[in-house]
């Protein structure tokens, strides 16, 4: 799989709180969560109690999209991204990877009782005006 470019890559492993937004029967939702990056799956990875309303939108339609943003008024600092992917629960064949993934990241996470669930991502476009103003980098998913 060929890795997005490296600018995209160091955003998402400098931050740790995603909005993730769900549509079902022309409902929008949003919800914040903090996640983790799976950089050799490019897979984000997060916990969230199956009762929420974006978990239970995301049983009925797995396609998701999100951003994390740098929160800034400087114009020429900012930087952000935008994806889609599919949200899945993690199972035992990544249960532990996953996992072992986001308690390095939020250790104070294995006192919740929430499931880990992962974001395979396909697309990405990051806007970085440190790179010029409106500059956009984009990674796909290769089928």
Not at 31 to 48: I, K, L, R
Not at 88 to 94: G, I, L, Q, R, V
Not at 95 to 107: D, E, H, I, W
Request: aromatic residues 12%; neutral net charge; glycine residues 4%.
């Amino acid at each position: 799989m060929e890795k997005p470019d490296k600018r995209i890559l160091e955003f998402i492993k400098k931050h740790h709180v995603m909005t993730l937004a769900t549509c079902v029967e022309n409902e929008p939702w949003c919800a914040n969560c903090f996640y983790s990056f799976w950089e050799d799956e490019m897979e984000m990875v997060f916990t969230s109690d199956e009762k929420t309303k974006h978990i239970q939108d995301s049983l009925q339609s797995c396609k998701i999209a999100g951003s994390v943003v740098l929160e800034t008024s400087i114009i020429g600092k900012i930087q952000g991204i935008q994806f889609t992917g599919e949200i899945f629960e993690s199972t035992p064949e990544f249960g532990s990877k996953a996992q072992v993934n986001y308690l390095k990241r939020f250790p104070f996470a294995v006192l919740t009782n929430t499931k880990l669930w992962i974001i395979k991502l396909d697309l990405i476009k990051m806007t970085d005006n440190q790179l010029g103003f409106g500059k956009k980098l984009f990674w796909e998913r290769a089928l």
